[in-house]
């Protein structure tokens, strides 16, 4: 339910889901949501820690003009 009121107020996931599972063991339960004059690239799961059960995440964030 919280994802649709996001999509719903134009928001959008930023990462690709082809990056693979944010969850250790399995699981797309990480998201980063965005909108506005920006563009997002480069969304990135790093499955190469082990300091949770989550991996972390991040996109580059540029402004447009």
Do not use: M
Request: hydrophobic share 35%.
């Amino acid at each position: 339910p919280c994802i649709d009121l996001l999509e719903g107020a134009g928001f959008r996931n930023v990462i690709s889901w082809s990056e693979g599972d944010t969850k250790v063991g399995g699981g797309k339960l990480d998201w980063i949501f965005g909108r506005g004059p920006f563009r997002f690239e480069r969304g990135r799961v790093y499955r190469n820690t082990s300091a949770s059960d989550h991996y972390p995440v991040s996109v580059q964030l540029n402004v447009l003009r």
